[in-house]
């Protein structure tokens, strides 16, 4: 379809759209260029189109029409009914075609040979519409009544008369009551499809209002419990009126020439919404049970296929969804493994952090002990010598350590109380976090308030006991401890040192 016929077909106003869609569903063709011809051709008057089309008559030249152009399907479009049709009507389309093949001259002399024959039948079959649409005897081909589709006409009238409006279904409904006889109201094509989807059958039902058989049965019949159950359980019950277009394209295919006609049908194997192909069919007279044993029997010879069709499909089905769960099995160990790896980087990350921060405080932590230590050494180094025990104006010092041990030392009572912590100090004492208290009378001496002060203003002359207590108004910082527990009180006030003191003045007792 090129742009001109697109163009054509998509700028139809509503009520030509209606009846190109109607004139498809009729006609049973697939080409909308086709039939956009045909009612183009008869002025857009759709009985007048159906006729033509059922009078065997070749679509009009694409010369004649200016808005499209014929396409050429690449299945023909003759009946999609298994039944062999007449030769009229099975050349309906493609027809030049038909003439170019050689093996078809044979039937073309045959043609033309009953022209005659043909063109005095058409004449008496028109005029012998034309009288009984004139009697009223028979009605012409209708269009959808009030925008329903002609079974959906068919269900609201066997509703309006019998009571069954609740089990209508129409092409997206899903069941009725099991009592009660379910339509499809859609049309021909949607019936076919759903029917695939679903692997059933349909069944469909051609009334004729002025044929009293088909007035009894569908009086009785459609309103059978057993006729009911068995086919809302196998088929989709399609029903129209044979007054209708819809209904036209079909009883001339399946060629009914009695009433009722019950029709089994299912699409073409290997195609889900194709041309369709007869199972079985039944004219005439017909009781219920006469008519469920006909069903139960085609189902029998023919339901294996739809069985087949079923397992298959769920195999396909089982298959696909075998799949899905693989994928999704997979897609979440993939996750998993990510989740893991995530796991294991974030650990190690934060491993070699610890690591990290353990290597620097070790390494902060001699370089500190590094530096105390050379402290120490020069502050004892700096420390004036000792004066003999008992000399005068001399202070001598016992200091008394957290961890019970004793060291003693002789200052000038002179000398400033900085050299007394300059020697607590070099020998491990963290003056910044202690204090040194004398018992009686209670002082407390503390780095570096009282640091100016001699020993003898400090009353600590000519002797002293003093003892290294912990400071309350200062906080304890883990660096000042070179290392040591902050939990233990005299590593605190008493690290580890490894300066040596003078063995004449350092006494343990």
């Not at 609201?156 to 409904?173: C, I, K, M, P, V």
Request: proline share 5%; net charge negative.
């Amino acid at each position: 379809m090129d742009e001109q016929q697109r163009h054509a077909i998509e700028s139809l106003d509503s009520s030509q759209r209606e009846k190109l869609d109607t004139f498809l569903a009729v006609t049973n063709l697939d080409s909308q260029v086709d039939g956009f011809r045909r009612l183009n051709a008869c002025g857009w008057d759709l009985n007048a189109a159906v006729d033509a089309f059922l009078s065997g008559a070749a679509p009009p030249p694409s010369a004649s029409l200016t808005s499209a152009q014929p396409v050429h399907r690449n299945h023909p479009q003759h009946s999609q009914l298994q039944n062999p049709q007449p030769a009229t009507t099975s050349s309906n389309v493609n027809s030049t075609h038909d003439q170019s093949n050689p093996s078809n001259v044979f039937r073309h002399m045959l043609r033309f040979l009953f022209v005659p024959l043909r063109a005095a039948w058409s004449l008496l079959s028109i005029v012998a519409q034309r009288i009984l649409n004139y009697l009223g005897l028979q009605p012409p081909l209708l269009t959808s009544p009030e925008g329903r589709s002609a079974a959906a006409d068919f269900a609201h009238q066997f509703a309006l008369q019998f009571g069954n409006e609740s089990s209508t279904t129409d092409a997206n409904s899903a069941g009725a009551s099991i009592t009660q006889l379910v339509f499809f109201t859609g049309l021909f094509q949607e019936a076919l499809r759903r029917a695939s989807r679903e692997f059933r059958f349909v069944l469909a039902f051609i009334h004729s209002e002025s044929n009293e058989d088909s007035e009894n049965f569908r009086a009785t019949v459609l309103r059978d419990s057993t006729f009911v159950r068995f086919v809302n359980e196998s088929f989709v019950f399609w029903a129209v009126s044979n007054k209708f277009a819809e209904a036209a394209a079909l009883r001339r295919a399946l060629r009914v020439s009695r009433y009722p006609c019950l029709a089994v049908l299912r699409t073409r194997a290997g195609s889900s919404s194709g041309p369709s192909e007869l199972v079985a069919l039944k004219q005439g007279h017909v009781s219920a049970a006469e008519v469920v044993q006909w069903l139960q029997r085609v189902m029998e010879r023919f339901g294996v296929s739809l069985t087949a069709a079923r397992i298959e499909q769920e195999e396909r089905d089982a298959s696909r969804q075998l799949r899905e769960q693989q994928d999704l099995e997979f897609a979440r160990a993939l996750e998993e493994d990510r989740d893991r790896e995530n796991q294991k980087r974030m650990e190690k990350q934060r491993a070699e952090q610890r690591e990290l921060k353990l290597k620097q405080r070790m390494e902060a932590k001699e370089a500190r002990e590094i530096a105390d230590r050379e402290r120490r050494v020069q502050k004892q180094a700096s420390l004036p010598e000792p004066l003999p025990k008992g000399a005068p104006e001399s202070a001598s010092i016992v200091l008394r350590l957290p961890d019970g041990s004793r060291l003693a030392y002789c200052f000038a009572s002179s000398a400033p109380l900085e050299v007394l912590f300059d020697w607590a100090d070099a020998n491990g004492v963290n003056i910044n976090a202690a204090c040194l208290v004398s018992s009686y009378p209670r002082k407390s001496f503390k780095w570096p308030e009282d640091a100016k002060l001699t020993f003898e203003e400090s009353g600590l002359s000519p002797s002293c006991m003093l003892l290294v207590e912990e400071r309350l108004d200062v906080a304890v910082d883990d660096d000042d401890t070179s290392g040591s527990d902050p939990g233990d009180p005299s590593e605190a006030l008493h690290g580890t040192s490894d300066v040596s003191v003078n063995g004449n003045e350092k006494k343990r007792q």
